[in-house]
């Protein structure tokens, strides 16, 4: 779980992330720098989940 602590809130826990795949974590189909050992780093405290449109059928060029 992840605990993010925001002054004058509550604490947000989180269990899942949803992640936006082409335009957010990558461009054109590849992995934006530094995304691949980001989301190593995230597995460790909550389970990570990509959802994406892929109209271009580039996800299934991506290697993490």
Known sequence: M???EIPGLQALHLEHLVLDLN????????LLDGVSGLLQQMRDVCEA???????????????T
Not at 23 to 30: E, F, V
């Open 49 to 63: 989940l990509q959802l994406l449109l892929n109209p271009l059928r580039l996800a299934a060029t991506l290697r």
């Open 23 to 30: 335009g957010t974590l990558a461009c054109d189909g590849m």
């Open 2 to 4: 992840l605990t993010i």
